[in-house]
């Protein structure tokens, strides 16, 4: 059974910084893509970044310059170093795993809360 848990995430004012951290287990293949979508309330959600498994990464816009994404594969954990915070980037922030090319098939058809209930964040103005 895929497991991921994911810790951090908190409260911050506009320009703080936050961590996210996530481990995976139960995978049947190695070094799955790994990554992080949010889901602001009454919005879509949304892919922030993903790193692959030779660690290439890849941001959304809004957050390019902000946030870094990193991986660890000997303890199958992801992290989501968060700068520079804004208001906008308030949201239940979901990890996700798996074949890189899979996992927007899984956020479209069962949601970004398919791995797990996520984490907030919020910052404050």
């Known amino acids: 059974e895929v497991r991921l848990v994911e810790s951090g995430g908190g409260s911050v004012q506009a320009g703080g910084s936050l961590r996210l951290s996530c481990t995976a287990s139960?995978?049947?293949?190695?070094?799955?893509?790994m990554g992080w979508y949010r889901q602001a309330p009454g919005n879509e959600c949304e892919l922030v970044s993903i790193?692959?498994?030779?660690?290439?990464?890849l941001y959304t816009s809004s957050v390019k310059g902000r946030f870094t994404i990193s991986r660890d594969n000997a303890k199958n954990t992801v992290y989501l170093q968060m700068n520079s915070l804004k208001p906008e980037d308030t949201a239940v922030y979901y990890c996700?795993?798996?074949?890189?090319?899979?996992?927007?098939?899984?956020?479209?058809?069962?949601?970004?809360?398919?791995w797990g209930q996520g984490t907030q964040v919020t910052v404050s103005a």
């Open positions: 139960g995978f049947t293949f190695d070094d799955p893509a």
């Open positions: 996700v795993a798996d074949r890189s090319q899979t996992i927007p098939f899984i956020v479209i058809a069962k949601g970004c809360n398919y």
């Open positions: 790193i692959s498994s030779d660690g290439s990464p």
